[in-house]
């Protein structure tokens, strides 16, 4: 299905529901390796910021961390 336009088509409607709905800024996530949808999103306006990073705790870990800071 790569190709078709469909990620731009509901890329374009993303953005035009948050502009419907008024909203001041948008986010999202994306790989670091997948240097075709950055060059997508800032080709677009969007700014990548690579001074951030995504950070994760699962169910586990917060248990452990929780049990282990009593």
């Keep these: 299905?790569?190709?078709k336009g469909i990620g731009t088509k509901l890329?374009?409607?993303?953005l035009s529901h948050a502009d419907s709905?008024?909203?001041d800024?948008?986010?999202?996530?994306v790989l670091?390796?997948?240097t075709t949808a950055i060059q997508f999103y800032e080709k677009?306006?969007?700014k990548v910021l690579s001074d951030w990073?995504?950070?994760q705790m699962d169910r586990s870990s917060i248990k452990n961390?929780?049990?282990e800071n009593k």
């Excluded at 800024?25 to 996530?29: G, L, Q």
């Design 1 to 3: 299905m790569k190709g």
């Design 11 to 14: 890329y374009k409607a993303f």
């Design 65 to 67: 961390y929780i049990l």
């Design 21 to 23: 709905l008024g909203v």
């Design 25 to 29: 800024r948008v986010e999202w996530v």
């Design 44 to 46: 677009s306006g969007a």
């Design 32 to 34: 670091d390796w997948n």
């Design 53 to 55: 990073n995504i950070v």
